[in-house]
Antibody
């Protein structure tokens, strides 16, 4: 059974940093692209960024709203994807979902989602 | 960036009704269109991918159609468990973008 479990969320002050983790199981983690998607309270889904599988180059892409502040990486040996979030702003308050693409690139749909981890940015 | 516009933003229908949700892309995305269902307090779930392919395990009352810029998600006979918010998403190019969502309520 495919499972994605996020961790690392919490309450953080504006300007600080956090690292979110996403641990996958039940599949060969390295074969799949991974996205991070967030949802602010009462709002819709917003794609944050993603990382291709190593077979597709392992490169990353980001939404304009987070580019330069957020960074995605992966450790396929541990089946973990990371989202490093820096210079946090109150507008970054959201549930952050880790999500698996059906293939190694962004053009494949997201077929599995984690349960999400809440990041609250507040002083 | 490709903008995805869903309509309506909400709807209320009775059990057994046929429900249609539309999604329009700001430019052609061929058939790179996916539909997700988000139930309250749960993570989103893939329903339809590549505009009309039913994800494994999804009831056959869900169907998708369209290509280019105009797409439709249809629930042929609404069930109580279909209470949810539905999102379209394009996977044609980055940044990946979602529609604003359609909240489906049961009368």
């Amino acid at each position: 059974e495919v499972q994605l479990v996020e961790s690392g969320g919490g309450l953080v002050q504006p300007g600080r940093s956090l690292r979110l983790s996403c641990t996958g199981s039940g599949f060969t983690f390295g074969d799949y692209a991974m996205s991070w998607v967030r949802q602010a309270p009462g709002k819709g889904l917003e794609w944050v960024g993603f990382i291709r599988s190593k077979g597709y180059g392992g490169t990353t892409e980001y939404a304009a709203s987070v580019k330069g502040r957020f960074a995605i990486s992966r450790d396929d040996s541990k089946s973990i994807a990371y989202l490093q979030v820096n210079s946090l702003e109150t507008e970054d308050t959201a549930v952050y979902y880790c999500a698996r693409h059906q293939g190694g690139g962004y053009d494949s749909p997201i077929d599995y989602w984690g349960q999400g981890t809440l990041v609250t940015v507040s002083s | 960036d490709i903008q995805m516009t869903q309509s309506p933003s909400s709807l209320s229908a009775s059990v057994g009704d046929r429900v249609t949700i539309t999604c329009r892309a700001s430019q052609s995305i061929r058939r790179y269109l996916n539909w997700y269902q988000e139930k309250p307090g749960k993570a989103p779930k893939l329903l339809i991918y590549a505009a009309s392919s039913l994800q494994s395990g999804v009831p056959s009352r869900f169907s998708g159609s369209g290509s280019g810029t105009d797409f439709t998600l249809t629930i042929s006979s609404l069930q109580p468990e279909d209470l949810a918010t539905y999102y379209c998403q394009q996977s044609y190019s980055t940044p990946l973008t979602f529609g604003g969502g359609t909240k489906v309520e049961i009368k």
